[in-house]
């Protein structure tokens, strides 16, 4: 399974970016997809959360500005980042809950990150 990230870039403050993160490859199913973030010296932090049955949650920091949804037909989950700050800046990780044939329970499998840089 391979979990591809896309949509980062350079945003000015204020403005928005749309995160992507499709898994590819043998599943039987996807619980819970998450992203996590890493800013520059810091440790990583869980941005957001959407279960399988479509409860999100949110990290304090981000609440109100940014949305988690999922397309399950399409294995993928996606971030709306709007009214971002410069302290958004960091490299966005996506982290999917799934099973594989032949497993009997979820495992963790991560995306490789995509950054996204907020400054003026």
């Known amino acids: 399974v391979q979990l591809q990230a896309s949509g980062g870039g350079l945003v000015q403050p204020g403005g928005s970016l749309r995160l992507s993160c499709a898994a590819s490859?043998?599943?039987?199913?996807?619980?819970?997809m998450r992203w996590h973030r890493q800013a520059p010296g810091k440790q990583r932090e869980l941005v957001a959360t959407?279960?399988?049955?479509?409860?999100?949650n949110y990290a304090d920091s981000v609440k109100g500005r940014f949305t988690i949804s999922r397309d399950n037909a399409k294995n993928t989950v996606y971030l709306q980042m709007n009214s971002l700050k410069p302290e958004d800046t960091a490299v966005y990780y996506c982290?999917?809950?799934?099973?594989?044939?032949?497993?009997?329970?979820?495992?963790?499998?991560w995306g490789r990150g995509t950054l996204v840089t907020v400054s003026s």
């Open positions: 490859g043998s599943i039987l199913s996807i619980d819970a």
């Open positions: 982290n999917f809950l799934l099973r594989r044939p032949g497993q009997s329970r979820n495992l963790e499998h």
């Open positions: 959407i279960a399988g049955g479509g409860t999100t």
